[in-house]
C-alpha cells in the first residue's frame, strides 16, 4: 500500500498554517530589532534567529525571514561600528581624567562627552556617561578654583603695592604696569577677577600720566631758570 495522497484541502491548510508561522515570526523578528536599534542589545535578537535556524531553517529561507536577517545584519555592524566609536571616546576621556589636565583638555573632553552622548541606547550607558561629566566637572572645579586663587593673591599683592607707588618715580609705576599686564593675560582664569584686575591696570595707568605731568610742571620752571642763567652768562 503506497502513502496517502494529500488532498487539495489539506495542502491549503498546511500552506496556511505555514503563512502563518512565517508572518508570526516575521513579527516577532521586527518587534525584537525594533527594540534593539533602540536599546543596543542584540542579544535577544540573536538568540531568537539561533533558536530559528536549529528548529525551522526551513523558515528562514523565505523572503520575509531572509529580509529580517538581513536588516538584523545591517544592524550588528552598525551595533559593533557604535560600540567601537562608544569604547574610543570613554578611553580618551579617561585618559584625561587619569593625567594631570589644564582646563584646555577638560573643555575638550566636554566636547567629546558631547559627541559621546550622541551614542548612547542602554540605561547603563546613560549611567556611565553620566558619571564622567561629574568626573570632568569636579576636576574643572578644582582647576578653576586653584587657578583664580593664585591670580587673586597675586592681584593683592600688586594692590598693596600699587597703594605706595612714589609719585617722583615713574619707573616703579611701569613696573607695576608690566606686572599688572602679565598678570591680565593668564589664561583660564574667570572674568570676574580679570575685570578687578584691568580696573586697577587702567588706574595705574592713569595715575601714572598724572605722575608725569606733574614731574613736567615741577620741571619746567627749574628749566627756564636754567635757560635764563644760560643767557645771562
Known amino acids: 500500500m503506497g502513502p496517502r495522497r494529500v488532498s487539495g484541502l489539506e495542502q491549503a491548510v498546511a500552506d496556511e498554517l505555514l503563512a502563518i508561522r512565517r508572518a508570526r515570526h516575521a513579527e516577532q523578528l521586527g518587534q525584537l530589532l525594533t527594540a534593539a536599534s533602540t536599546s543596543g542589545e542584540l542579544a535577544p535578537t540573536e538568540s ?38 562608544l569604547q574610543q ?6 585618559d584625561v581624567l587619569d593625567g594631570q589636565p589644564d582646563l584646555q583638555q577638560l573643555v575638550t573632553a566636554e566636547t567629546t562627552a558631547t559627541e559621546l552622548r550622541s551614542l548612547l541606547r542602554s540605561e547603563s550607558e546613560h549611567a556611565e556617561h553620566a558619571r564622567l561629566l561629574r568626573l570632568i566637572s569636579a576636576r574643572r572645579t578644582t582647576i578653576q578654583t586653584a587657578l583664580d586663587d593664585a591670580f587673586n593673591a597675586e592681584l593683592q599683592r600688586l594692590s598693596a603695592k600699587v597703594e605706595q607707588l612714589p609719585a617722583d618715580n615713574l619707573a616703579e609705576y ?8 602679565a598678570l591680565n593675560n593668564r589664561p583660564d582664569v574667570s572674568q570676574n577677577l580679570k575685570a578687578l584686575s584691568n580696573t586697577l591696570l587702567q588706574k595705574v595707568q592713569g595715575d ?13 620752571p627749574q628749566r627756564i631758570t636754567d635757560a635764563v642763567g644760560r643767557a645771562a652768562t
Open 48 to 85: 531568537y534567529i539561533t533558536d530559528l535556524r536549529t528548529s525551522s531553517p526551513d523558515l528562514l529561507q523565505t523572503p520575509q525571514l531572509r529580509a529580517r536577517i538581513s536588516e538584523f545584519e545591517s544592524l550588528l555592524a552598525s551595533e559593533r561600528g557604535r560600540q567601537q566609536r
Open 89 to 94: 571616546l570613554h578611553q580618551s576621556i579617561t
Open 174 to 181: 611701569d613696573t607695576a604696569i608690566s606686572a599688572l599686564t
Open 208 to 220: 601714572r600720566r598724572l605722575a608725569a605731568d606733574s614731574l613736567k610742571t615741577a620741571a619746567d
